[in-house]
């Protein structure tokens, strides 16, 4: 399983972005896809998550800023970002899990930068 993730880049405080992530390759499903992201000398955290029958899991700092959705056909998961502030800088990584493939995975894209500027 490949995931291609893009949208990233520079934005202002304030501003909005959108992160698209494609999966492809050998697999019959995927039940959980997800974003999470990592800052310079932090861990890797959660930033939003959507499984296949639309529920949805976001860490506390998005909450009511940023928005998953997810085309099952296409194999495609989104995260509109609204209202970004500094501390959204980090590298976004999709993420795939629960895949009904030769190996469930989880999987992950290769990141995508996004930088807020204050």
């Known amino acids: 399983v490949q995931l291609q993730a893009s949208g990233g880049g520079l934005v202002q405080a304030g501003g909005s972005l959108r992160l698209s992530c494609v999966a492809s390759?050998?697999?019959?499903?995927?039940?959980?896809m997800g974003w999470y992201r990592q800052a310079p000398g932090k861990q890797r955290e959660l930033v939003a998550s959507i499984t296949r029958d639309s529920r949805t899991n976001y860490g506390d700092s998005v909450k009511g800023r940023f928005t998953i959705s997810r085309e099952i056909v296409d194999n495609t998961v989104y995260l509109e970002m609204t209202n970004l502030r500094a501390e959204d800088s980090a590298v976004y990584y999709c993420n795939a899990a629960r895949v009904l493939a030769t190996l469930p995975g989880p999987y992950w894209g290769q990141g995508t930068q996004v930088t807020v500027s204050s």
């Open positions: 390759g050998s697999f019959f499903s995927i039940d959980a």
